[in-house]
């Protein structure tokens, strides 16, 4: 990288800034900067050119030019930060921004940046982390998006139909499964603009070239631009369907087995290691769990788990379940947040129920929240009544909680844009969890 030493000078709003190219090429090549040099890092300099004029706001300037300088961010207290996020956008430092309030996401080192009070009358159902910090919080039939610095845009509403899960396809798109309302032929999943909450095309289902009204459940998106998701119908639509995320049309359906649970899950995940899909439907939906791994290359059910015929008691009834494919396993949890775990390599094995997680005895409350899993970069996460637990090394040891007393059980959360989310059941609010940014050196 060869950058000159050359001093720039600008005039941004009438005052004058001085800095260097060395400073100003920190903001990388898709910045407003990085026009300024050429391939080889150096200064595109204009012997005419004595300064560089900019008709934007000189406060918030200067604070992202210190940003460029120091790596840290100081905003003085007059000065609004969605002004300074409007200018950071316009000038293409918005990740040095987002990076310098919160750090690399680390379980263990997570710190409650934010509450937000939800603005639906009823309780959220499920909240989704979007890739850039931002959320969408389901509530019955309305999803509430935010964007990353939580402020809410156009609600979607889906007109009484219930929402059963959200995704986000990326930034700017959010998809919804819903049930089907009988006599109305609706249901199904359709694709949302984040910004404006308009419709941008339904994801149909076709049963023998006829296209059928169906409830869309559980979902999961491949990195070959693939959507899964459970469906039920009322003909023979039971099962999985899959479709083309950019062109919205259906490229495959994996039909349910007899005895088996597909259509009803609760859960999918697809692996991209071994290119299959994790279906997983759990009790109460069910009366009994059944958990499997499908590849839609030669329509294989390749591993299978059910609960079917065994004893069951509260302390072995499944609650929520997660591939790890770097150990090749399945993670469970029971309702009072035991590890169970299950091997791949072997077909029809059994739990191997681990206590040593055990943060809470005793029977769940009168209206349990149960609990949910997720994992990040090696990181377990597991939700129990109003707090989240940490499990981290190769033995999957509890390391940390995350826990606030504020608005009841945890019925949801989600990770992404490195943020944890974190609904509440009782208070209809979520939390907002961030890891600090590393200190300067």
């Not at 959320?135 to 156009?154: F, I, Q, R, T």
């Not at 631009?225 to 359906?253: A, P």
Request: hydrophobic fraction near 35%; glycine fraction near 10%.
């Amino acid at each position: 990288m060869g950058i000159q030493k050359d001093r720039v000078k600008f005039n941004v709003g009438g005052r004058i800034f001085e800095t260097t190219a060395t400073t100003l090429a920190n903001a990388g090549r898709n910045s407003l900067f990085g026009a300024m040099f050429d391939n080889e890092w150096n200064l595109n300099s204009d012997a005419t050119t004595t300064e560089h004029f900019i008709d934007r706001n000189p406060d918030c300037f200067s604070v992202l030019l210190d940003l460029l300088r120091t790596g840290e961010l100081y905003v003085p207290q007059y000065l609004p930060e969605k002004l300074l996020y409007r200018e950071a956008m316009y000038y293409g430092l918005l990740d040095h921004v987002r990076s310098a309030k919160w750090g690399p996401f680390d379980g263990n080192r997570l710190g409650l940046a934010r509450s937000v009070t939800g603005r639906a009358p009823g309780d959220g159902t499920a909240i989704r982390a979007g890739p850039d910090g931002g959320c969408c919080v389901a509530h019955g039939s309305m999803v509430h998006v935010y964007d990353w610095m939580l402020e809410e845009h156009p609600a979607i509403n889906l007109d009484y139909q219930r929402v059963n899960d959200a995704g986000w396809l990326d930034s700017e798109n959010i998809v919804l499964s819903a049930c089907e309302r009988l006599g109305k032929g609706d249901g199904g999943m359709g694709l949302f603009s984040a910004s404006s909450g308009e419709l941008r095309y339904k994801f149909h289902v076709k049963h023998e070239n006829q296209v059928k009204s169906y409830t869309a459940g559980a979902l999961s998106f491949s990195s070959d631009y693939k959507l899964f998701s459970s469906c039920k119908g009322r003909s023979n639509e039971y099962g999985i369907g899959v479709w083309d995320q950019v062109t919205g049309k259906q490229i495959d359906f994996f039909y349910e087995p007899p005895g088996w649970s597909l259509g009803d899950a609760d859960k999918l995940q697809w692996l991209h290691g071994t290119n299959c899909l994790l279906v997983a439907t759990l009790f109460p939906r069910k009366d009994n769990c059944y958990i499997s791994l499908l590849d839609f290359r030669d329509k294989s059910m390749v591993w299978s788990w059910s609960d079917v015929g065994a004893p069951i008691t509260d302390e072995r009834r499944v609650r929520d379940a997660i591939a790890m494919e770097e150990t090749s396993s399945i993670c469970v949890v029971n309702e009072y947040e035991d590890l169970g775990f299950m091997d791949l390599r072997r077909s029809a094995g059994s739990v191997r129920w681990s206590s040593r997680s055990r943060l809470m005895k005793g029977k769940m409350p009168d209206e349990p929240c149960y609990p949910k899993l997720a994992l990040h970069e090696g990181q377990l996460f597991s939700s129990m009544n109003d707090c989240i637990s940490v499990f981290c090394g190769p033995d999957y040891v509890l390391t940390s909680r995350l826990r606030r007393s504020y608005g009841g059980s945890i019925c949801d959360f989600s990770i992404g844009g490195d943020r944890l989310f974190a609904l509440h059941s009782e208070e209809n609010v979520f939390d907002i969890w961030e890891t600090p940014p590393p200190p300067i050196v």
